[in-house]
Nanobody, 126 residues
Framework: QVQLVESGGGSVQVGGSLSLSCTAS????????MGWFRQAPGMEREFVAT????????LHADSVRGRFTISRDNAKNMVYLQMNNLKPEDEGVYYC???????????????????WGQGTQVTVSS
């Protein structure tokens, strides 16, 4: 049974930082492209960042590029999202996801993902 469990969400002031983690189990982690998505109330779930199976290639959404960084540790079955200089528009539920894509692929699209975590709330206050 595949499980993705996010942690690290919380409340932060504008300009602050948060570090999200996602622990995966029940799958061969290193064979999955990993991604982070977020969903604000009343909005579609949107792409935030994705990282290749080996961690050598990353893609960040334009809205977070330069502020957020995705990384992974295949030895620990974990993927991370470091979020700096948070803005009110970054608020939402953040989801970790796993996609069975090829080694050279990235996964910027929701439909590419096979497994999702339950999400962790990020609140940004001014």
């Amino acid at each position: 049974q595949v499980q993705l469990v996010e942690s690290g969400g919380g409340s932060v002031q504008v300009g602050g930082s948060l570090s999200l983690s996602c622990t995966a189990s029940g799958l061969t982690f290193s064979t999955y492209v990993m991604g982070w998505f977020r969903q604000a109330p009343g909005m579609e779930r949107e792409f935030v960042a994705t990282i290749s199976r080996g961690g050598g290639t990353k893609l960040h959404a334009d809205s977070v590029r330069g502020r957020f960084t995705i990384s992974r540790d295949n030895a620990k079955n974990m993927v991370y999202l470091q979020m700096n200089n948070l803005k009110p528009e970054d608020e939402g539920v953040y989801y970790c996801a796993a996609a069975a894509l090829s080694a050279s692929s990235l996964g910027p699209y929701r439909h590419e993902y096979d497994y999702w975590g339950q999400g962790t709330q990020v609140t940004v206050s001014s």
